[in-house]
């Protein structure tokens, strides 16, 4: 099944899904979960990009995960502050745990502007 439009009824619904729907990440994911639970699997015919449904999907990398959440590409990801490496489930669950920077700019930044406003006043 290539899959339908969302105005038309889906075929027969099995006790396994099959069905899914896949939407282009706009803004960073909400909370990232110790366990996989995020993943996409995409290919490229002729230039076009495709969306594979029909089988399982792998799971997003950690590097994908922070990716996803507004994390710059140098953003280090796979050791402590002390330099001790981390396993790829403790890269995963410190992404879970962490604010995407985008958010984080815009908290800052509305704070800043209203500490400002309470000088200038």
Do not use: W
Not at 50 to 59: E, L, N, W
Not at 95 to 119: D, F, M
Request: charged share 15%; proline share 7%.
């Amino acid at each position: 099944m290539l899959g339908t439009t969302l105005d038309k009824p889906i075929s027969t619904v099995t006790s396994v899904d099959h069905h899914s729907l896949v939407a282009v990440l706009t803004e960073p994911l909400h909370t990232i979960p110790t366990h996989d639970r995020f993943g996409l699997v995409t290919v490229q015919i002729g230039g076009e990009p495709y969306v594979i449904t029909d089988i399982g999907m792998r799971m997003l990398q950690p590097h994908e995960l922070y990716a996803s959440q507004g994390f710059p590409a140098h953003y280090r990801i796979d050791q402590c502050a002390d330099g001790k490496p981390l396993t790829k489930t403790a890269q995963i669950r410190m992404c879970g745990n962490s604010v995407c920077p985008p958010v984080a700019r815009l908290l800052v930044q509305a704070n800043y502007i209203t500490q400002e406003r309470r000088k200038a006043a």
